[in-house]
């Protein structure tokens, strides 16, 4: 773990002031990190919260427990859940330093896990018995918190879980999810490639990591939406990738030695989907031959729009530092925080590749 002092950086992102906070990602390892400046991306790249559904559930500080803190002197633990050798979580860590940095919080203690689970409950619980006001989580899976929640409770320390969702109850074990509806992610993947296929032709799931919300959303809405809309698509082959972009090219290069002529290839993630095109590329096929369809919105995957390998880009925005840091504000002086914040994500095609790749990460 390590704990960083009130050192500015440009941020990631910056809220616009006409965000609502109402009652409402994956990704993962590769070996690369994103291309551009840190100069700060266009306006369009903050975190845009969906309008809440009437009657929403909401959690208050009363409902919860524990007591109003100040975040500026508080204590705050951030759990990230791999290491930052991509660009998902590279933005992510970065988005959570800067806003503290901006907020004048001066006692931020982050620790990694580098894709061992044991180590991020390791990790968290070390956080608790430091002392820690609030923790904010980026959970590698969505089940085994049970240790946690626990020791949380007993010291009322809330927890905002980012990214991946944790089955568990909110504004009970945990206060709450800021992330992207991922089934939805899915059915827009689904609708994009049945644009790119023309309505037919066979599939490849590239899948994430087992073990988390992500994984099993982003493929059940894919395929429940392929079903409705273009039922002359069918889906010939699923195998994991687990979020990287060398396994995805590994599983990428098995897939076109065993059918060389599938036409689409759905990317659970940006980093696989990038690893399906060097397995292209090995393979002898053009740009555009194998229509590819992922989720993320890294400036890697945006540039294959615009180079012509990749058909459609869903995005999942990782830039959670302002919204966790509003919405723990928010839920300390005593105002109601949405149990579930959910974020409305953008989508890239060859429409505005080329002009919005600057809101990439």
Do not use: H
């Amino acid at each position: 773990m390590s704990v960083r002092s009130n050192r500015w950086r440009p941020a990631a992102a910056v809220l616009g002031a006409a965000m609502v906070l109402a009652g409402a990602g994956a990704c993962a390892k590769s070996e690369e990190s994103p291309a551009g400046s840190a100069a700060g991306p266009a306006p369009a790249a903050s975190q845009v919260v969906q309008s809440a559904a009437p009657g929403a559930a909401t959690c208050t500080i009363d409902q919860y427990g524990g007591t109003k803190v100040d975040l500026k002197t508080a204590k705050v633990g951030f759990s990230q859940s791999e290491k930052e050798a991509n660009p998902f979580r590279i933005a992510e860590t970065r988005s959570i330093e800067d806003e503290a940095a901006r907020l004048g919080i001066t006692n931020l203690t982050t620790a990694n896990a580098n894709s061992q689970f044991n180590k991020q409950i390791s990790d968290v619980e070390q956080m608790i018995d430091s002392g820690v006001q609030l923790l904010i989580i980026a959970p590698l899976n969505s089940d085994g918190w049970d240790s946690v929640f626990a020791k949380a409770s007993a010291k009322k320390v809330p927890i905002v879980t980012i990214d991946r969702k944790i089955n568990a109850t909110a504004c009970k074990d945990y206060l709450t999810f800021i992330g992207s509806d991922f089934a939805e992610q899915g059915k827009r993947a689904a609708d994009e490639m049945a644009k790119a296929l023309g309505n037919k032709g066979e599939v490849a799931i590239l899948l994430g990591a087992p073990g988390n919300n992500v994984t099993t959303l982003r493929t059940s809405g894919f395929k429940d939406q392929i079903a409705k809309v273009a039922p002359d698509i069918k889906v010939t082959f699923e195998q994991t990738g687990n979020f990287s972009r060398e396994e995805g090219q590994k599983v990428a290069e098995q897939l076109l030695q065993s059918n060389p002529d599938i036409n689409g290839i759905y990317g659970e993630n940006d980093e696989m989907a990038l690893g399906a095109v060097t397995a292209l590329k090995g393979a002898g096929k053009k740009a555009g031959d194998v229509k590819i369809v992922s989720i993320d919105g890294t400036e890697g995957a945006v540039q294959g729009i615009v180079d012509g390998w990749i058909s459609a880009v869903i995005e999942s925005n990782p830039r959670f530092g302002p919204l966790a840091f509003e919405t723990a504000t928010k839920f300390f002086g005593g105002e109601a925080v949405g149990q579930d914040i959910i974020i409305a994500d953008r989508a890239y095609d060859t429409t505005n590749a080329k002009t919005d790749i600057g809101s990439a990460y």
